[in-house]
């Protein structure tokens, strides 16, 4: 059977967006309200910020205006994800979109006329008046910036700048039809969320090849468009890049990360050498257990044992989400059992709706989490690290303004990770059974560190040559990107894998090339979550309380300062190598309760 429409589906396992806007009509007044409450704004405060005073009036409307936006823009995303099939939502999304070219066109004076201010009036500013963050932040942008005019127009084509994204999102949700194949006789129905959430780990050796062979000859039919809008994306950022005068695309793309291009390179260079030798004992650890004659790319992602791999429905899950994180106090728990049972979270599989798995934070309201439940005990995880971004802008959200609550890209993936992180510790305590022990060190490394150490970080190790090329005045073509992609996947993992034809095609099915530097980053927040859940266990409380400091601070701090706040010094590669020996003792222990299982 096919996915169910959208309309079909359980009511009770949707979120509930009336938080946001009680409907669509609502949505619409406000909007136009924002529209007009930019224009008189820009009417009000142009040319007049001369004075402290009129500076803070400005800045605390200014303020409002980005939290109505942030109200505005999740709900029309949010509704969109769920069915892109939805004419209405669509119509909503596209009107955002139009609209919120308008309004940044309306705004953009602000940071025009105070950038062009002396550095010493900025930190004078800076030290008066309760935006320290958002001046610290003008003062580093200040070299970059263009002509008053310029920032207007530029800000004037943000919806078409966001038009690869919607493009691909387009190409891949709507018009790519994966039909079905057949395995052992049986003709089996496939869609793009069916294969990620299902097939592409089924224990089934012919299912799960027959399902990878058939769902990458679909893709490579649109291998050529695909390349074009993602070609289109990085050279509008490399004309961005240039206009503003920064020497690569690479460094304009770090700047609002706060990260440098050293944190950067050190980031994706020792894990693909250092981190390599462990996974690869790991892919022939799964080629033993599961009694394949060949260990190829599509195997990457099954379970090391099956048959520990419960179904879990998603009130079971909640109980299991409870005792682990419940070492993050009451209030914390608070939003968890909120977002069960306000409906916080979208479970359903529809037709339409967006792979994967996000949280967003709306500023003034609850978060909101898109999942589609599978029944598989890994989506614990995948839940509990949507919990962790909830949790985290819960947090932020209450104690810091507007323009501090969001943390840089650089730190945004530790709280999610550390909540992985807790899931794992909380299951190796309740057994002592070498079988189960095995499963949960077995899905830590599957689930956490293979998804995040690896899959993301080797994206971000072929979007870094894919940056490079542009620099280098390159376009992109699908079969320039197809053999980065397969260099990059064969150098990871050597012999220990056969890369199948359609594995260079993995490029095709990555959003969050369409977000920047995004990629690189899941790592980076699992190094700091790593080291700070090895703390939880060994402290206790006093750690936890210290966690909490952090979640609290939002982007309040750059990532480096953040995580000094706990102790980790993101600026040696400590953290770095502590972590990859963590996983490589995982590994170790994995081959000890194997052996341990088949002498039994």
């Not at 308008?102 to 025009?112: P, R, V």
């Not at 614990?380 to 959200?397: D, I, M, R, S």
């Not at 072929?462 to 990107?481: F, I």
């Not at 260099?487 to 969050?512: C, N, Y």
Request: with cysteine; charged share 25%.
């Amino acid at each position: 059977m096919g996915l169910p429409l959208r309309s079909e589906v359980n009511v009770s396992e949707t979120w509930d967006l009336s938080p946001l806007f009680k409907d669509n009509t609502a949505f619409y007044q406000a909007l136009d309200k924002a529209v007009e409450d930019a224009r008189q704004f820009n009417k009000k405060f142009k040319g007049h910020l001369n004075d402290v005073n009129v500076i803070h009036e400005a800045l605390n409307k200014y303020a409002d205006i980005n939290i109505a936006l942030d109200t505005l823009g999740n709900y029309a995303n949010l509704q969109f994800s769920t069915d892109q099939t939805n004419a209405d939502a669509a119509k909503l999304y596209s009107k955002f979109s139009s609209s919120y070219g308008k309004i940044a066109s309306e705004l953009t004076f602000l940071n025009s006329e105070l950038i062009a201010k002396e550095a010493s009036e900025l930190k004078n500013l800076k030290d008066t008046l309760p935006y320290k963050r958002f001046f610290d932040k003008l003062i580093k942008a200040k070299p970059y910036e263009l002509h008053p005019e310029v920032e207007k127009a530029l800000a004037s084509f943000s919806p078409v700048f966001n038009a690869p994204y919607n493009l691909y999102d387009t190409t891949k949700m709507q018009d790519i039809d994966f039909g079905s194949f057949e395995a052992h006789g049986k003709t089996i129905p496939m869609s793009y969320v069916s294969f990620e959430g299902e097939l592409e780990v089924d224990g089934d050796t012919e299912v799960r090849r027959n399902a990878f062979k058939a769902f990458s000859d679909t893709l490579r039919k649109y291998a050529h468009t695909t390349a074009k809008t993602y070609d289109t994306q990085v050279q509008q950022e490399k004309i961005e890049s240039e206009l503003r005068g920064y020497e690569s695309v690479i460094d304009f793309l770090l700047h609002d990360q706060e990260v440098t291009r050293e944190l950067y390179n050190r980031q994706i260079d020792l894990i693909t050498k250092e981190l390599a030798p462990h996974m690869r004992r790991y892919a022939k650890l799964l080629q033993k257990t599961n009694k394949l004659e060949k260990m190829k790319f599509e195997d990457l992602k099954i379970s090391l044992d099956e048959s520990y791999e419960p179904d879990i429905t998603v009130e079971e899950s909640r109980d299991y989400i409870n005792k682990a994180l419940s070492v993050m106090g009451e209030e914390y728990m608070q939003l968890v059992n909120d977002s069960y049972d306000k409906r916080y979270i979208d479970f359903v599989q529809n037709k339409g709706k967006s792979t994967g798995a996000f949280c967003a934070s709306p500023y003034e309201t609850n978060p909101f989490i898109l999942i589609s439940w599978t029944s598989k005990m890994t989506e614990v995880f995948v839940l509990a690290h949507e919990l962790g971004h909830a949790g985290h802008f819960n947090y932020a959200n209450k104690h810091q303004n507007i323009f501090d609550a969001n943390c840089s890209l650089y730190f945004v993936e530790a709280p999610s990770t550390m909540n992985e992180m807790l899931m794992a510790n909380y299951l190796l305590k309740v057994s002592d059974d070498p079988e189960f022990k095995r499963w949960v060190i077995a899905s830590i490394i599957s689930r956490t560190y293979y998804h995040n150490f690896v899959t993301h970080l080797l994206e971000a190790a072929y979007q870094r040559e894919v940056y490079l090329l542009v620099d280098k005045g390159e376009s992109l073509t699908a079969p320039l990107l197809n053999d980065i992609k397969h260099k990059v996947i064969s150098d990871f993992w050597g012999d220990a894998v056969e890369i199948t034809e359609g594995a260079e095609l993995t490029w095709m099915r990555q959003p969050h090339y369409y977000m920047g530097l995004y990629p690189y980053t899941y790592s980076a927040g699992l190094t700091i979550a790593t080291l700070m859940s090895k703390r939880i266990l060994e402290e206790g409380q006093p750690a936890v309380d210290a966690w909490t400091k952090v979640l609290k601070a939002g982007g309040s701090k750059t990532p480096v300062e953040l995580a000094q706040m706990v102790d980790i010094d993101l600026t040696t590669d400590a953290p770095l190598k502590e972590t990859i020996a963590y996983i490589g003792s995982l590994v170790d222990e994995l081959e000890k309760l194997t052996e341990e299982i088949e002498n039994q």
